[in-house]
């Protein structure tokens, strides 16, 4: 018996990331942040470190740090459900803008 139809490759290009991807709470969440924040929060804002579930949240400006940190219990409730565990315990906002990003229109 063949197969009728080419399996979509982005499924196992999906599997591969999964298995390859370091299993650190600071990788998964880098995965999952773009979901989970949503788009905009996304294009001004990164996590880039995890000590001891406590993120950092780089973002390239203060005006957005300081919208994290107000919407920091919100983005830690959702992180936590993505995850599937109470990984993430609190957010840590920082303004440093980085050399990766780029002006946005």
């Known amino acids: 018996m063949g197969r009728r139809a080419p399996r979509p490759a982005n499924l196992a290009i999906q599997a591969l990331a999964d298995r390859l991807a370091p299993q650190t709470l600071l990788a998964q969440v880098q995965r999952l942040w773009p ?3 949503g788009a905009t929060i996304a294009a001004e804002a ?3 470190a995890d000590r001891g579930g406590t993120l950092t949240i780089t973002c ?3 005006v957005w740090a300081q919208e994290l940190d107000l919407m ?3 983005l830690v409730g959702r ?3 993505a995850l599937g565990w109470d ?3 609190a957010l840590r906002c920082s303004a440093a803008p980085s ?3 780029t002006d946005r229109v």
């Open 35 to 37: 979901e989970v924040a």
């Open 46 to 48: 990164t996590p880039t």
């Open 72 to 74: 920091g219990p919100e």
């Open 60 to 62: 390239r400006s203060a």
């Open 99 to 101: 050399r990766g990003w």
């Open 79 to 81: 992180l936590n459900a």
């Open 87 to 89: 990984g993430v315990v």
